[in-house]
Nanobody, 114 residues
Framework: QVQLVESGGGSVQPGGSLRLSCSAS????????MGWYRQAPGKERELVAT???????RYQDSVKGRFTISRTNANNTVYLQMNSLKPEDTAVYYC????????WGQGTQVTVSS
């Protein structure tokens, strides 16, 4: 059974920074993709950023240059450093692990407001 545990959400003023972390445990193949998605109220869940176990990254256009995704393969942990946060970044952020199936974390709230 695969489990994902997230941490690091919270409230911040516009222009501030937050760092999200997600640790995966269980039977995990060494080749996989980990990432972050988000869902704002009334909107569909959308991709924020992903990182392949080989290192390739992918970002949504609206976060390029502000967010950085990274991972530690040794302990299957993925991070999302979010800088220059904007009110439109407010959402529940979900950690994702893609192996054969998709696995999701419980979600962590990020609120950007003055």
């Amino acid at each position: 059974q695969v489990q994902l545990v997230e941490s690091g959400g919270g409230s911040v003023q516009p222009g501030g920074s937050l760092r999200l972390s997600c640790s995966a445990s269980g039977h995990i193949f060494s080749i996989n993709v980990m990432g972050w998605y988000r869902q704002a109220p009334g909107k569909e869940r959308e991709l924020v950023a992903t990182v392949h176990s080989g290192g390739t990254t992918r970002y949504q256009d609206s976060v390029k240059g502000r967010f950085t995704i990274s991972r530690t393969n040794a302990n299957n942990t993925v991070y999302l450093q979010m800088n220059s946060l904007k009110p439109e970044d407010t959402a529940v952020y979900y950690c994702n692990l893609k192996i054969v199936a998709d696995y999701w974390g419980q979600g962590t709230q990020v609120t950007v407001s003055s």
